[in-house]
């Protein structure tokens, strides 16, 4: 039975009742000579008027229920379009990213070449030259292969529990020459196991740890502090490092993808922090920043526990 049949029924019925069981409470107020024709009449234009506001309910929730089921419907088949364009554009990246990649390939592999072969024959200008354009084409695929990754990015219902330390500990161990080299220590406070993505999650420590390797103060030994926060329905993880900070009219701009603040900066492609975010935002959590410069910044991340009830 349809929704708007069993509450006009249900109201009619409880209406209907409502005048029988008043009948007999009237009934032993008034005189038995004056009782039958007052029931009668009561009866007749109780149920006169239940009926009629019964049919008048009945028309009204059945308009709004048809104009509900009609938005459903309008909004079913543009989540089918959406879902079909986006189908279609992941795989539009697919193709497009692999035939960008192509010439890319073929311009380093050929200069490679070139130098090789021709090594005695050119300069040091020349080398430099080519040198310059390799770096371009690698940057350029590079900017490919991120892109792709970003259009990847998706939310992800089969979580799992994640112990956050070892995810740290697999980072360290990733980023160990790096780690030697820019002279970095990684302080780490225990971190929970928590409900997530064990490679989404992965993803945005380890680029917020290389994003403060890579952007540490010249001559000062970079300082890298994690640290979780217990706020009941949610967690909040504190990044923190000593860098060269960022300026407050940036702390927007630099989780849009392909974004550079540091021009001098020629081996990241400026989508770090917007995979990031968009990882984030796919967890349901949000990001943001605080920093001052030549100090330092403090990534703050919130996500939400997802604990199974």
């Not at 990246?93 to 130098?115: C, G, M, Y």
């Not at 020349?126 to 990847?152: C, P, T, W």
Request: proline share 1%.
């Amino acid at each position: 039975m349809k929704q708007e049949l069993k509450v006009t029924f249900l109201y009619c019925l409880v209406g209907i009742l409502w005048i029988l069981v008043s009948d007999e409470i009237i009934s032993t107020f008034i005189s038995e000579s004056d009782m039958e024709s007052m029931i009668y009449f009561q009866n007749v234009k109780g149920i006169f008027y239940i009926v009629a506001t019964g049919l008048m309910l009945y028309v009204l929730l059945k308009k709004h229920n048809d104009a509900m089921n009609l938005k459903i419907n309008e909004l079913k088949k543009y989540a089918n379009e959406l879902e079909t364009t986006n189908h279609e554009l992941a795989q539009y990246i697919n193709l497009a990213s692999h035939d960008l990649q192509e010439p890319s390939r073929t311009v380093i592999s050929f200069l490679t070449f070139l130098e090789k072969k021709y090594d005695n024959q050119i300069d040091e200008k020349g080398k430099n030259y080519i040198h310059f354009a390799v770096e371009a084409a690698n940057k350029m695929r590079q900017i490919i292969l991120d892109l792709l990754e970003y259009s990847k990015i998706c939310k992800n219902d089969n979580l799992e529990k994640v112990n956050l330390n070892s995810i740290i500990k697999e980072i360290k161990n990733q980023f160990q020459d790096k780690i030697k080299e820019t002279n970095t220590t990684i302080i780490v406070e225990d971190l929970p196991t928590i409900n997530t993505d064990a490679t989404l999650i992965q993803i945005i420590f380890k680029n917020l740890i290389d994003n403060a390797i890579k952007f540490k103060q010249e001559n000062k030994p970079l300082s890298i502090h994690i640290e979780a926060i217990d706020k009941k329905d949610e967690w909040l993880f504190k990044i923190s490092d000593n860098g060269i900070g960022i300026e407050n009219e940036y702390f927007t701009k630099i989780f849009v993808l392909f974004q550079k603040l540091n021009q001098k900066d020629t081996t990241g492609t400026g989508s770090g922090l917007a995979i990031t975010k968009k990882i984030v935002t796919n967890l349901g959590g949000t990001i943001w920043v605080k920093s001052v410069v030549n100090k330092g910044s403090d990534f703050y991340i919130k996500l939400p526990k997802n604990e199974k009830k």
